[in-house]
């Protein structure tokens, strides 16, 4: 017996929607605790500020109001999302997922939901899952979700990473189109570098603990230095690929999107990639810093708030991190708001 299938849909973003918690953190804040000054901060990565969640916010409550706002512009009720894709790092439960929690926020209970973990390239891999969806029929409407607490998961005093982490949600819904709106997902893994970038002590330590005994929450930390030169001198390259396999030159592109990690890194990557100055390149990182899976929605948001001529214009979009995993792929932006 042969199994059926349903024919093939395009697919593409109808909507973007982002938030960022009101406590604005300035370089001098931070500097003190680490003996550093704003003046190196800035040279260093290009921040000048981040947002972090107070303490009653929770990773959640940022996703949820990031994704009512998507759900409201794509012109949608709740109960027409078909599935919630939630790429984060920072959810501190096993099980259930962070997904699930979002469906019962939003009333719709009954839809398919899960998480997945990618770091700063997850959103860009949530956006390929929910492309395949959405182009086989298995659903109609996909929320897709990248958010992060990581004020929860830094380390104040870590000279390397303590100015860089921030804290936001950012949300897309993706469906049906008469056109492509999404082109291939050119990614993988530079594994045998995965401990680059790793949060410790791992949950395993805190089996191994006698009871009663406290155990230092797990922050994140990386070797900088290898980060910077794996980003820098391999992931030009990931986005060249995606730009030629949607059918694009870089001169036809309009606009590129890159996780938001370090201002010198995406300096790096135009440079390398030879983008002319006409391709619009979104800059969070200053008053956003790095929010992992948030940053390319945050930026994207941001970027359409200012610069309201790039909707359903293409964007390369290239995210990139701990595993060391990359993802990369050019979309047709969302259109215009419907509300």
């Not at 406590?23 to 260093?44: F, M």
């Not at 994140?220 to 794996?230: D, E, L, N, P, S």
């Not at 964007?315 to 969302?334: D, K, M, R, S, T």
Request: include cysteine; proline fraction near 5%.
């Amino acid at each position: 017996m042969t199994l059926q299938t349903k024919p093939r849909r395009n697919a593409r973003m109808l909507s973007v929607g982002a938030y960022r918690p009101a406590n604005a953190v300035h370089n001098n804040e931070i500097a003190g605790k680490i003996d550093s000054s704003d003046e190196w901060i800035q040279q260093r990565t290009g921040i000048e500020s981040r947002n972090f969640a107070g303490p009653d916010e929770s990773l959640v409550d940022m996703a949820e109001k990031a994704a009512r706002i998507a759900i409201a512009r794509a012109g949608l009720a709740a109960d027409q999302i078909d599935a919630v894709i939630f790429s984060t790092i920072t959810y501190p439960y096993q099980a259930p997922s962070a997904a699930t929690e979002i469906l019962t926020r939003l009333g719709n209970t009954h839809s398919a939901a899960f998480d997945i973990s990618a770091a700063c390239a997850g959103f860009c891999y949530a956006v390929s899952l929910a492309n395949d969806m959405v182009s086989a029929g298995t659903a109609n409407n996909v929320l897709v979700i990248g958010g992060e607490k990581l004020s929860d998961f830094t380390d104040p005093y870590d000279r390397a990473t303590a100015f860089i982490f921030a804290d936001g949600a950012g949300a897309v819904v993706i469906g049906a189109s008469d056109q492509v709106g999404i082109g291939p997902t050119v990614w993988g893994a530079n594994a045998e570098t995965r401990e680059a970038i790793l949060m410790e002590p791992s949950w395993l330590e805190h089996k191994k603990a006698n009871k009663g005994e406290a155990i230092k929450w797990p922050d994140i930390a990386q070797q900088g230095q290898t980060v910077f030169r794996w980003a820098v001198y391999e992931m030009g390259p990931v986005g060249l690929k995606a730009i030629e396999a949607a059918g694009l030159t870089p001169d036809t592109l309009d606009a590129f999107v890159p996780h938001q990690a370090n201002d010198r890194i995406i300096d790096a990557m135009v440079k390398g990639m030879k983008l002319p100055e006409s391709v619009y390149v979104a800059r969070d990182i200053r008053f956003s810093g790095n929010t992992s899976a948030a940053s390319i929605p945050l930026a994207m948001d941001a970027m359409l708030e200012t610069h309201p001529e790039l909707h359903s214009k293409n964007a390369l979009l290239l995210g990139f991190g701990a595993g060391l995993v990359f993802a990369g792929q050019v979309v047709e932006l969302p259109p215009v708001p419907k509300k």
